[in-house]
């Protein structure tokens, strides 16, 4: 809450609300700025990765591991996209493809089906299975769910996707 992020931030709650509207715009624009730094994050990461099955593994282990390592911000970003109070607030993921790491995943993947080393899919169904399996493992953890940390099953899920998605 507003209260909670003054104390926080050391800012007084009117000089939040000159910045922002209502708590809903707080929330987008915090949820945007951790989007951002795990996206930024996660370009870096694979940036100097050139093969296509270690591409993949590493994206599924980076997103299990950031969200086991940033765990009160994974919470925010896995879990707060779905409260009412952000209905409408922050962009579907698909919708913020068009940055570096957007492009890059795109190129890389597309190549990766010209290639025939991905099978030819739906966009919406790779993307699901690049990032639902390990989301929805997250979440589950975070909610309390899974007992084992996400970096204990990183491995497991990261050959579970790759196999998911391979041509052969």
């Known amino acids: 809450n507003v209260?909670?992020?003054s104390k926080e931030s050391k800012c007084s709650v009117g000089s939040i609300y000159h910045h922002f509207r209502n708590?809903?715009?707080?929330?987008?624009?915090l949820y945007e700025v951790g989007i951002g730094f795990?996206?930024?994050?996660l370009k870096d990461t694979?940036?100097?990765?050139?093969?296509?099955?270690e591409i993949v593994k590493t994206i599924v282990r980076f997103f299990l591991n950031f969200t086991e390592s940033n765990i009160e911000l994974s919470k925010y970003l896995w879990l707060a996209r779905h409260s009412e109070f952000m209905?409408?607030?922050?962009?579907?993921?698909?919708?913020?493809?068009?940055d570096d790491l957007?492009?890059?995943l795109t190129k890389t993947l597309k190549s990766g089906i010209r290639e025939k080393r991905i099978r030819q899919m739906k966009a919406n169904i790779?993307?699901?299975?690049?990032?639902?399996?390990?989301?929805?493992?997250?979440?589950?953890?975070?909610?309390?769910y899974n007992s084992e940390p996400p970096s204990k099953v990183a491995d497991t899920f990261a050959d579970a996707c790759w196999r998911a998605l391979r041509a052969d």
């Open 46 to 53: 694979i940036d100097s990765t050139a093969d296509i099955s």
């Open 87 to 98: 209905t409408g607030e922050i962009r579907h993921p698909t919708k913020v493809g068009y």
């Open 102 to 104: 957007g492009r890059l």
């Open 23 to 29: 708590k809903e715009e707080v929330a987008a624009a």
């Open 38 to 41: 795990f996206r930024v994050s």
């Open 3 to 5: 209260p909670d992020l």
């Open 126 to 144: 790779l993307w699901s299975i690049l990032f639902g399996m390990p989301l929805s493992y997250a979440r589950d953890w975070l909610d309390g």
